[in-house]
């Protein structure tokens, strides 16, 4: 008689799919979910290797991570602790322009300095005399060869197709430069690459215009991946960055993913119902449009991005020459106290309370880790622009920045609307791992608990079943999955059972390498990798191939 591996018996399953939960037992054979069955239904047990009573829990599919940037750490976090415990079982990486490949060897200089400017290499622990891949293909089997303990859909960066060929050069690429990206483009998606990223605030990303997005989107579309974006702004020009990607998505004809859709800075608060009023908009007109949001009010990313954008164009190091330079250091110090017009100043209608800064290892400075721009400046008896300028110069400008921008209001508004997905915007990092010392965003560690929690449980956002369905079945339709996102018979066993009366992040912007709770069992492939809490320290995770 045939042994099934495990029933997971008496659970409230949530199927993905957003209608109600149902009492059921699962059967899971061979890394598939063998059987539904109703409850009480099975009678022996007897034919089964393991059974888990999972009365008074709540069982789902595995979370997809739509928003990634654990690339690199997989290297180094094959475990993927701080994905896993939240009960993501697959990570979409290489997102906001940045991916691993393809990687042409003329263009790996330019290259690495944009992946650490993104937080990804970590001290350039990754240097690139040992990178010997060239394309996403080679950098993912040599991953998944030592082992991942979740699924992998990788993205391609434009930033990295666009470094590659052309370096950090401020021009439109030439005919040969644009047939060249397309054909790295087109050889990544046929080997099975999940569509394209942009991150359109970095540079060399942002000194793409929309053309150069269409033609590449277009290559996208002929392979039915998709196109997520960083948009050009998420301030004061949101309106124009939405219309730009509705636009680019409309003309190529590519499904399209806004990332991390927010209204930032004081000036767009309260805006959100219009922005998805847009999006529901290009909807009707048969814009194919998702996005992705994470649950906080502040946002990561590299301390470069404070400054004005003719002085960060070339990068951090010669952002700290213009620093050291008298006439342009002035001008620095004019635009960031009387910012021109035209510029999406991140710190429009913010105080310096509002920032903190994190990526410290100077041993004077160590201590600055997690402190806002301005105890930093009481720190070093200097005004905030001062304290930031000479910081960031120590550091080489390797430095990361938290900033309060958002309202919780619209955060809510946003969460409501039936496009949106869930993406983490963080990386596979663990508590005692070599980022644990490190300050990171908690959105790294709390993400999708804290839609459960706070967002489901506790505030009534949305139903639980809306917002199972938004870090599920939706985001696997979106990226072509077949066999995953849903519990139904035949589906790969990606499946998280937690207590929802109990479920809770605990990562903090003080304090954020800390597991959620209330996270019981999470499987990978039917291969339990969280079990009664803890990490069981199996690696079932695949490189995922789109169409698969
Ligand atoms: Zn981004």
């Given at each position: 008689m045939h042994m099934n591996e495990l029933i997971i018996k008496n659970s409230t399953v949530i199927d993905g799919t957003g209608t109600p939960a149902f009492p059921a037992d699962i059967v899971i054979d061979n890394g598939r979910i063998a059987d539904i069955c109703h409850a009480q239904e099975i009678k022996t047990d007897t034919d089964t290797k393991k059974i888990i009573d999972a009365k008074g829990l709540t069982l789902c599919p595995?979370?997809?991570?739509?928003?990634?940037?654990?690339?690199?750490?997989?290297?180094?976090?094959?475990?993927?602790?701080s994905k896993v415990r939240q009960g993501v079982t697959t990570e979409v990486t290489?997102?906001?322009?940045?991916?691993?490949?393809?990687?042409?060897?003329?263009?790996?200089?330019?290259?690495?300095?944009?992946?650490?400017?993104?937080?990804?290499?970590?001290?350039?622990?990754?240097?690139?005399?040992?990178?010997?891949?060239?394309?996403?293909?080679?950098?993912?089997?040599?991953?998944?060869?030592?082992?991942?303990?979740?699924?992998?859909?990788p993205l391609v960066g434009h930033s990295t197709l666009r470094s590659n060929v052309m370096g950090y050069k401020n021009t439109i690429p030439n005919p040969d430069e644009m047939a060249?990206?397309?054909?790295?483009?087109?050889?990544?998606?046929?080997?099975?690459?999940?569509?394209?990223?942009?991150?359109?605030?970095?540079?060399?990303?942002?000194?793409?215009?929309?053309?150069?997005l269409e033609q590449l989107a277009?290559?996208?579309?002929?392979?039915?991946?998709?196109?997520?974006?960083?948009?050009?702004?998420?301030?004061?020009?949101?309106?124009?960055?939405?219309?730009?990607?509705?636009?680019?998505?409309?003309?190529?004809?590519v499904s399209l993913e806004i990332s991390h859709l927010k209204c930032e800075t004081p000036v767009q608060w309260g805006k959100a119902p219009l922005i998805l009023e847009k999006?529901?908009?290009?909807?009707?007109?048969?814009?194919?449009?998702?996005?992705?949001?994470?649950?906080?009010?502040?946002?990561?990313?590299?301390?470069?991005?404070?400054f004005p954008v003719w002085a960060k164009e070339?990068?951090?190091?010669?952002?700290?020459?213009?620093?050291?330079?008298p006439e342009k250091r002035k001008r620095v110090i004019h635009d960031m106290e009387h910012p021109p017009l035209e510029w999406d100043n991140p710190m429009e209608g913010l105080s310096w309370d509002?920032?903190?800064?994190?990526?410290?290892?100077?041993?004077e400075n160590i201590s600055f880790n997690g402190l806002t721009m301005t105890s930093i400046a009481e720190n070093l008896n200097l005004d905030p622009l001062k304290a930031l300028f000479q910081v960031f110069c120590m550091e080489k400008g390797d430095l990361n920045m938290i900033v309060f921008s958002m309202c919780e209001q619209d955060l809510m508004t946003i969460l409501q609307h039936p496009a949106g997905m869930i993406g983490s915007d963080g990386c596979s990092v663990s508590s005692d791992g070599p980022m644990g010392g490190i300050p990171v965003h908690p959105r790294f560690y709390g993400t999708f608990p804290r839609i459960l929690a706070r967002y489901v449980r506790d505030?009534?956002?949305?139903s639980l079943e809306q917002a199972i369905r938004k870090m599920t079945a939706l985001p696997a339709e979106k990226l072509g999955l077949k066999n995953r996102g849903l519990i139904k018979k035949g589906m790969a066993a990606d499946l998280v059972l937690f207590d929802f009366e109990k479920i809770a992040d605990k990562a903090a912007f003080d304090n954020p390498h800390q597991y959620p709770t209330g996270i019981e069992y999470v499987f990978v492939n039917g291969k339990a990798v969280i079990q009664n809490r803890e990490h069981t320290g199996k690696l079932p995770g695949l490189q995922l191939l789109r169409g698969e």
């Open positions: 595995g979370f997809i991570d739509m928003h990634t940037h654990s690339d690199f750490t997989l290297l180094l976090e094959a475990r993927a602790e290489g997102n906001c322009g940045g991916s691993p490949a393809p990687m042409i060897t003329s263009g790996r200089r330019d290259f690495m300095e944009y992946m650490t400017h993104l937080g990804q290499l970590y001290n350039q622990e990754q240097p690139p005399e040992i990178w010997n891949w060239d394309t996403l293909d080679t950098f993912f089997t040599q991953l998944t060869a030592t082992g991942s303990a979740v699924n992998i859909a060249l990206m397309k054909h790295l483009l087109e050889r990544e998606l046929e080997q099975g690459a999940f569509g394209l990223s942009s991150g359109l605030i970095y540079h060399p990303g942002a000194f793409a215009e929309k053309e150069e277009g290559i996208v579309k002929k392979y039915n991946g998709i196109y997520t974006t960083h948009m050009r702004s998420e301030g004061r020009f949101l309106f124009d960055a939405v219309d730009e990607a509705l636009s680019v998505a409309e003309k190529s004809g999006i529901d908009q290009a909807r009707k007109k048969g814009i194919n449009v998702n996005f992705d949001q994470y649950p906080y009010t502040a946002y990561g990313t590299g301390l470069l991005e404070i070339n990068g951090s190091a010669e952002m700290t020459a213009v620093l050291n330079d509002k920032v903190l800064l994190s990526g410290f290892t100077q041993p505030k009534k956002v949305i």
